[in-house]
């Protein structure tokens, strides 16, 4: 029974152990950054002094697609790999349209890279941009299109970012505190007495208690006289 006991204690103690090394790794050691871009397909001419925001036309919107699938293929991501971006990395388009349902607004796209190392964060995406504008240049020169109509990248606003994400570490917390609450449940039903579950045996504590057993008094035979 001690020897069980001392296992259990043992046992919890290190499960809460690692878990307060762990809340301690992630809240220290291990933040993720995030550096954000969001860019607007606009087509620049010698008429309109300006980003023409409010004008656009479908090839606007296959531009955007073109580059989304651009993106979303394995080679494009070993490549940006290769030039050094090796941060988690992700290409959204938005407000482009469909067959089905009609276009609302302008279409942009959002570049978003995410790492344990800022400079790793910032330097993906703006490996990123640059490969954006040499697959723009290479779908419309190709295509025949000249310099004073083709369609380029626009930065709205600025990029945000190396931003420390605390909405990520405090998932991670809650993740390990759920993890230690599991652990410690399998601790306690791995060294439970089993011996309460074994109809007919007593327990083991009956069977290691000090001292001489006392025997049973005989029965009284019926109608014996003395």
């Known amino acids: 029974m001690r020897r069980r006991v001392v296992v259990r204690c043992g046992c919890l103690a290190l499960v809460f152990l690692l878990a307060g090394f762990a809340v301690w790794w992630v809240r220290n050691r291990s933040p993720l950054y995030q550096s954000v871009a969001t860019v607007a397909f606009v087509t620049k001419t010698s008429h309109f002094a300006g980003e023409v925001y409010d004008h656009f036309t479908d090839n606007h919107i296959f531009t955007a697609l073109a580059t989304e699938r651009f993106f979303d293929n394995p080679g494009t991501r070993d490549r940006l790999r290769a030039l050094g971006g090796t941060a988690k990395f992700s290409y959204e388009v938005a407000h482009w349209g469909n067959q089905e349902l009609p276009v609302y607004g302008q279409p942009y796209a959002t570049l978003q890279s995410l790492s344990g190392d800022p400079k790793e964060s910032i330097d993906t995406l703006n490996l990123a941009l640059k490969l954006l504008t040499q697959k723009l240049e290479g779908l419309q020169t190709s295509s025949g299109a000249n310099g004073r109509v083709m369609i380029k990248w626009e930065m709205i606003g600025s990029i945000l970012g190396p931003q420390r994400q605390p909405l990520q570490k405090s998932r ?27 109809p007919g045996r007593p327990s083991e504590s009956l069977l290691m208690t000090p001292g001489t057993p006392r025997r049973p008094r005989p029965s009284r035979l019926a109608g014996t006289n003395t």
């Open 172 to 198: 991670a917390i809650a993740g390990i505190g759920l993890s230690a609450m599991l652990a410690s449940v399998v601790v306690m039903r791995l060294t439970r007495d089993r011996s309460r579950d074994t």
